[in-house]
């Protein structure tokens, strides 16, 4: 069992910038890749970012290349999602996950777990 909780979300002007934490706890973490998604109100929940275990392979949805980077420290049991130069359409429920799999993760199905989310609230 991996346990996952995510927090700094907030309330941010357009342009602003904020940084998303996962933590974990169980299983090794530094065995399982993760991720991170969203879901905004009315919308379906879409990829946002992955990174592999050894933090080596990391790959971004289009609409945050450039802007959002995906990181993780292993000592500390904690990912990290650092978001840049944010959009109002970036406004959404953002959600850590993990998965033994990195294709897993990265394809967003059948991923074995999930944090309850964090809001991030971006106003033009």
């Known amino acids: 069992q991996v346990q996952l909780v995510e927090s700094g979300g907030g309330l941010v002007q357009a342009g602003g910038s904020l940084r998303l934490s996962c933590a974990a706890s169980?299983?090794?973490?530094?065995?399982?890749?993760m991720g991170w998604f969203r879901q905004a109100p009315g919308k379906e929940r879409e990829f946002v970012a992955a990174?592999?275990?050894?933090?080596?392979?990391?790959d971004y949805a289009d609409s945050v290349k450039g802007r959002f980077t995906i990181s993780r420290d292993n000592a500390k049991n904690t990912m990290y999602l650092q978001m840049n130069s944010l959009k109002p359409e970036d406004t959404a429920v953002y959600y850590c996950?993990?998965?033994?799999?990195?294709?897993?993760?990265?394809?967003?199905?059948?991923?074995?777990?999930w944090g309850k989310g964090t809001l991030v609230t971006v106003s033009s």
């Open positions: 996950s993990a998965d033994g799999s990195y294709r897993t993760v990265r394809a967003g199905y059948g991923i074995d777990y």
């Open positions: 169980g299983r090794t973490f530094s065995s399982i890749a």
């Open positions: 990174i592999s275990w050894t933090g080596s392979n990391t």
